[in-house]
């Protein structure tokens, strides 16, 4: 049974585990970055965007002056595609990781891929924009229904925020 709950941050104080090592890909301004960490209380907290898009510099400095205090304590910004970044560390060491990227379907299957060849059984992938929208189609929605017709990951909880639910799934 999939629950539903108010809102994304009940998704991170009921599912994310406490002091455990996660990541937040597409960081934008920071709000949700800083929410994940007083939550959640990570022992490590990936940052990662790669701040290509028009106003990056702004939203960066935004984000990086929102996190500056948590920066000696385990949050690491990363400058990168998540893509590329993700190969990079030992299979396994993420525990959760929250999506918010590009939203459109092409790039969301590619994390998707790259996440569950990296993730160990048990990981949870959670996510924002659980939506059908006109700008991006079925472009999280769908990616992550695949992956769970396909038996890769269980969709545990969804956020009752309209028109922008978040999820979470584990994997499988």
């Avoid at 108010?6 to 991170?12: A, H, K, N, V």
């Avoid at 104080?13 to 934008?28: D, K, M, R, S």
């Avoid at 929102?66 to 299979?91: A, R, Y």
């Avoid at 993730?119 to 472009?139: R, S």
Wanted: aromatic share 10%; charged share 20%.
């Amino acid at each position: 049974m999939i629950t539903s709950v108010p809102t994304r941050r009940d998704l991170y104080q009921q599912f994310l585990p406490q002091g455990a090592v996660g990541a937040e890909l597409g960081v934008f301004e920071g709000a949700n970055a800083y929410e994940l960490f007083v939550l959640t209380h990570p022992s490590k907290l990936y940052l990662v965007d790669p701040y290509a898009f028009p106003g990056a510099e702004i939203a960066r400095e935004k984000a990086t002056a929102l996190m500056q205090h948590t920066t000696s304590i385990g949050v690491e910004f990363v400058c990168q595609n998540d893509w590329d970044w993700i190969p990079t560390l030992p299979k396994g060491h993420l525990d959760w990781v929250y999506l918010d990227t590009r939203h459109q379907r092409e790039p969301t299957v590619r994390e998707l891929e790259v996440l569950l060849d990296h993730m160990d059984p048990g990981g949870l992938i959670a996510g924002h924009d659980f939506a059908i929208n006109p700008m991006w189609g079925t472009g999280v929605i769908g990616p992550v229904l695949d992956a769970v017709q396909e038996r890769r990951i269980e969709l545990l909880a969804l956020s009752e925020e309209f028109p922008y639910p978040s999820f979470i799934a584990k994997v499988l």
